[in-house]
């Protein structure tokens, strides 16, 4: 199975760590790489008007710098993002696709005035980057409140979730990552 790559995007605050790297590489097992910062860049991503980078952009950007036969690539960064028809997003992936973004940007606790708190900071980036690249193996949002899967629109949801799959969910992984077929359509 091709490796994948996690990709530090423009000035980070977060560093892309050896403890992500080895999480996803026992969730989704396959070989898991850091690559060094500066390969993506930003401009073409940036909306002046919005002060944000859209994140579809930045997907197109990594898929560009890195050739198919890499295999999935995860860009990881501090800036704040968003997607049309959204105010922000904190990741955002292609279904069943090879590209996902995640951003501390609106994990940080300072944000919302508390003290910082790297710990929390480093769950919830390790949560939303298996959420995002769980969509790019082909997995759904999920309706159980505890699964890694189940959609957040703030960082309390994020919380409340656990950095595990559901049953359900793992299974389907699991059918994925041993070569099985396309997930079926969701009836939503």
Request: proline share 7%; glycine share 8%; with cysteine.
């Amino acid at each position: 199975m091709p490796p994948l790559l996690i990709v530090p995007i423009g000035v980070n605050n977060i560093p892309a760590s050896p403890a992500l790297a080895s999480r996803l590489q026992s969730i989704f097992r396959v070989e898991v790489s850091i690559t060094p910062a500066g390969m993506v860049h930003t401009d073409a991503a940036f909306d002046v008007s919005r002060r944000q980078y859209d994140s579809n952009q930045l997907m197109l950007s990594l898929e560009e710098a890195f050739p198919r036969q890499t295999g999935k690539v995860l860009g990881i960064t501090s800036l704040d993002l968003y997607v049309p028809g959204l105010t922000h997003v904190v990741g955002h992936a292609q279904f069943d696709g090879r590209c996902a973004t995640v951003s501390s940007y609106r994990l940080e606790q300072a944000l919302y005035g508390f003290p910082e708190n790297h710990l929390l900071l480093e769950e919830r980036l390790h949560k939303e980057a298996i959420h995002q690249l769980g969509h790019a193996y082909g997995l759904f949002n999920c309706e159980s409140y505890t699964c890694v899967m189940h959609p957040s629109t703030a960082v309390e949801d994020i919380d409340a979730r656990s950095i595990d799959f559901c049953t359900e969910c793992g299974h389907v992984l699991e059918g994925r990552l041993d070569g099985g077929s396309p997930p079926p359509p969701r009836n939503t």
